[in-house]
């Protein structure tokens, strides 16, 4: 892409850009979505907590967790002082376990150096952790009227749809191209902005699909670029691919008087700051961990296939209940080297009707006991 690709991105977008604002906001109010909880609410902590569980996560999965966490924690001040644990077992399932992470600290970053309060504008909002560029306008968007351009995933595909802008999106030229384009779309009046958000989320969602998008509805049909050429799916572009790999690993899963061990994952990687059972490379190295504790070998469970982003991984669980309790320099191996050569946490043993208390990764969640009280 050229200088002067750019440039007529930039004139499309200028051109188009009332027309293409006051329909989406006529449209927003009319045929929008009105019904999600924290569609009710300018609070910011009620619309942040929304955008960091909605990203990478469909809104019919993110409702139940939405509501599970308002009910434990009312207001930034409540999140600020929860443990970790506590906001990781109530995240347990959500994935993308880094935003649990941020939204603890980003939490105590707003009572510590804010007050409690979140700062009233996009730029300053980006600074916080686990806050980018596009939630910051999101929150600036909705709750103080703040006329900034969001760029999710699906405002992505609404706007180089409309703009037929075929810059490659895994580029950060042509990215920035498009922010600059969807900064030029705004509603020029402030109080549009609401709707105009909402809107652009909207489209994206329920009509501009990423496959067969229902352009006969779409309030900008006549306008849009792509459908005038006839190939709306062409859009947006973005060639760089995913890398998948696989992993096969054993679970020790250890039981003794009605409690279960489990290690907590390091900071980083696949289920970090999450509880788990001790992660083996091979079948040999958790038989040889069972076999230090003297109580015959464990019991194999049905393998588990977990697909995650960019790993398809197959668990296969050993179940072992102990007698009597394991020698503590045994205990202590457990919580030692992890899969792949990840340094793990500390081992505790966990009550098995407390299990609803830590952080657990989801098929962990499907394999134990949990029960919520």
Not at 6 to 31: M, N, T, Y
Not at 299 to 308: A, R
Request: proline letters at 7%; hydrophobic letters at 45%; one cysteine or more.
């Amino acid at each position: 892409m050229s200088a002067d690709d750019v440039q007529g991105l930039l004139a499309r977008a200028q051109a188009l850009s009332p027309a293409l604002a006051d329909r989406l906001v006529a449209w927003q109010r009319q045929e929008g979505r009105h019904h999600l909880p924290w569609q009710q609410t300018r609070d910011p902590y009620r619309v942040w907590l929304s955008e960091i569980m909605l990203q990478q996560t469909q809104v019919s999965t993110v409702l139940g967790y939405y509501d599970r966490f308002l009910r434990a924690f009312p207001d930034v001040q409540a999140l600020a002082t929860a443990s970790l644990d506590e906001v990781l077992a109530l995240w347990a399932g959500l994935g993308y376990y880094s935003r649990a992470r941020n939204l603890h600290r980003c939490a105590q970053v707003v009572v510590s150096d804010h007050g409690g309060l979140f700062p009233g504008n996009a730029q300053a909002l980006a600074q916080l952790p686990g806050i980018g560029r596009s939630t910051a306008a999101a929150i600036a968007g909705f709750c103080f009227d703040e006329r900034t351009a969001i760029l999710d995933g699906n405002v992505k595909r609404v706007l180089t749809r409309a703009l037929a802008w075929g810059g490659n999106l895994s580029v950060a030229a042509h990215e920035r191209a498009l922010w600059e384009a969807a900064e030029l779309v705004l509603p020029q009046r402030a109080a549009d902005m609401p709707a105009y958000t909402q809107g652009v989320m909207d489209l994206g969602a329920t009509v501009c699909s990423q496959r067969k998008p229902s352009c006969l509805v779409c309030p900008w049909s006549d306008l849009c670029e792509a459908r005038q050429q006839g190939r709306p799916e062409a859009f947006p572009v973005k060639t760089r691919k995913l890398k998948r790999s696989k992993r096969e690993s054993w679970w020790l899963w250890l039981e003794h008087d009605e409690h279960v061990w489990l290690i907590q994952r390091p900071d980083t990687g696949v289920w970090a700051g999450l509880w788990t059972l001790p992660l083996l490379d091979t079948e040999l190295a958790a038989l040889a961990l069972t076999q230090a504790l003297g109580e015959g070998d464990p019991e194999p469970q049905p393998p588990i296939d977990h697909v995650l982003t960019h790993l398809d991984w197959r668990l296969h669980p050993q179940r072992l209940v102990l007698a009597r309790p394991a020698r503590p320099a045994v205990m202590g191996t457990l919580a030692g080297p992890a899969v792949g050569g990840d340094a793990a946490g500390t081992g505790r043993w966990v009550a098995l009707d407390q299990l609803h208390s830590v952080g657990l990764p989801a098929p962990l969640k499907k394999l134990l006991p949990v029960h919520r009280p």
